[in-house]
């Protein structure tokens, strides 16, 4: 048995809020950058069963198991699994999963502001764009007029390297996170979700509909949804988990530390269905929003990381109104990666609030400065510094710089290992009375997400992570 931790006094104002800053924590580059990237290089259709069922059978379940411990722990990811330990006669060893997770969101942060920093500066490119030839008066003109399609996929190379260019968006894009935390759960992170993700939909819905008409809808549909099993190996299926993991922010604090701020007459199991839904939804119409467009004029959906920076603008040259959508196509992926990144933050925060006493301002500037340093370090390895490997004695990690061995550490391993311990604390250690009270469901359909917390979530976590890591244990 352990001390309790400080709990929060800090609340949302309705179930809503809630609900939208949640959502706008899952929703996120994850969404529209890494599952339309990561479908488009493993094959489609397969990629995307086996994703939607990570989300079913897995993703769910611990969605709703992390709010649950936020909620009865009251207080941030490693206080809140701590007192859930505490309750239940545990061993307070069981922060480390809380750990884990604070850490990881942390790690997150540092390089998500750098991709975050991309998209401004693509939304500034395109909104001059749009601008300029609106009062040129030809507001319906393609972006980018008058560059050839190598100038502009040159864009990003040349991005990569202006070193100030990169440091000066990040900085502007850690800013505004920080200046949003600062202001506290009820001002800052409530107000913005309420008025991004609202914004956010319409804009998503938007630019879908654009590229239905416009755009190749039918190749699109036919690409995500016709499935081809083959291109379903064991490294795409670790990929798939990872991702869906990171796109619901499983494992990484953020169900945990906004659980906390759930009031008792809120139920956690329609709202953890909402959460999963809507952020299944939005990378699934994102990639309908997306690939019309990138079939529309030829491009290739394996394209990888650059689909997004480098052929959507070029495709963009060639559409009707391409410099407004282009602009905004940039201003909603701002949108959805401000809300996941004030969300990352929160985690850290919320700990040195509760566990070390700072004051809300102290705390996220801290967590947001440091963040902001190891993302300098991942810019740098985009250029300068490409040659240095983090984890180069890892067969994994061999070929990675440090920006893709953090984003691949914190993916293919820290998230699935939170995964995998949130499995067993709430499925084998937690009390069960206290957390059968919490998910507020019964009989059937209690016994159904016990199974899959106690039996189902570990085991494919476990294994999947173990075939994902070590390939070589397969022979291939
Ligand atoms: N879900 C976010 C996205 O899809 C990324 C993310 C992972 C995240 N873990 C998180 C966001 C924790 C907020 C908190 O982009």
């Known amino acids: 048995m352990v001390a309790a931790t400080h709990t929060t006094s800090e609340g949302w104002s309705s179930r809503w809020a809630f609900v939208l800053a949640a959502v706008g924590a899952a929703v996120g580059l994850g969404n529209v ?6 479908a488009g290089e493993n094959g489609g259709g397969a990629f995307v ?48 999963l809380g750990w884990v997770e604070v850490v990881a969101a942390f790690l997150i942060l540092s390089f998500y502001s750098v991709v975050a920093g991309w998209v401004i500066y693509y939304a500034g490119v395109m909104g001059r764009d749009f601008f300029g030839t609106l009062f040129a008066g030809a507001p319906f003109a393609g972006a980018l007029q008058g560059e050839t399609t190598e100038t502009i996929q040159q864009r990003m190379g040349d991005l990569f390297t202006n070193i100030p260019l990169l440091l000066a968006m ?31 939909f319409v804009l998503l819905i938007a630019i879908t509909i654009y590229g239905a008409f416009l755009g ?9 949804f016709t499935p081809d099993f083959s291109k379903l190996t064991a490294p795409a299926m670790n990929t798939a988990l990872g991702q869906a993991l990171f796109s619901m922010s499983l494992g990484s604090a953020a169900l945990m530390t906004y659980g906390a701020y759930v009031s008792r007459e ?24 997306i690939f019309p467009i990138v079939f529309a004029v030829g491009l290739d959906p394996a394209a990888g990381p650059t689909l997004v920076f480098q052929s959507l603008p070029a495709a963009f040259q060639q559409m009707p109104a391409g410099s407004l959508v282009g ?31 700072w004051s809300r301002p102290k705390s996220a500037f801290i967590f ?72 507020g469901l019964e009989g059937g359909l209690f016994g159904l997400w016990r199974f899959l917390v106690c039996w189902l979530a570990p085991i494919a976590v476990a294994l999947i992570l173990v075939f994902g890591l070590f390939p070589g244990l397969l022979g291939n």
């Open 216 to 224: 190749n809808f039918a190749e699109a549909v036919a690409f995500l």
């Open 170 to 200: 990040h900085t502007v894009f850690m800013g505004i996170t920080f200046a949003v935390v600062a202001r506290g759960v009820h001002d800052g992170i409530e107000k913005a979700a309420t008025y991004l993700m609202p914004a956010f």
């Open 368 to 439: 947001s400065f440091s963040a902001f340093v190891i993302g300098i370090a991942c810019l740098l390895s985009l250029s300068v510094w490409s040659d240095i490997r983090l984890l180069g004695f890892w067969s994994i990690f061999a070929e990675t710089n440090i920006f893709d061995t953090i984003d691949g550490f914190t993916g293919k391993v820290m998230l699935p290992v939170a995964a995998l311990l949130t499995a067993i604390f709430v499925g084998w250690r937690a009390d069960r009375k206290l957390v059968e009270s919490e998910t």
């Open 49 to 96: 069963l086996f994703y939607i069922g990570c989300v079913v059978l897995i993703g769910l379940p611990l969605v709703l198991s992390e709010i649950l411990i936020g909620r009865a722990g009251r207080s941030d990811a490693v206080g809140s699994v701590r007192n859930v330990a505490a309750e239940s006669g545990r061993s307070g060893g069981w922060a480390t």
């Open 327 to 357: 602009f905004l196509f940039f201003v909603l992926i701002f949108f959805a990666a401000l809300t996941s990144s004030i969300s990352l933050l929160e985690a850290p925060t919320s700990w040195g609030i509760n566990e070390r006493g």
């Open 266 to 289: 809120t139920k956690l199991a329609p709202t953890a269905g909402m959460i999963a839904f809507a952020d299944t939804g939005v990378a699934i119409i994102a990639g309908l929003m």
């Open 33 to 38: 950058w890494r599952f339309p990237t990561l």
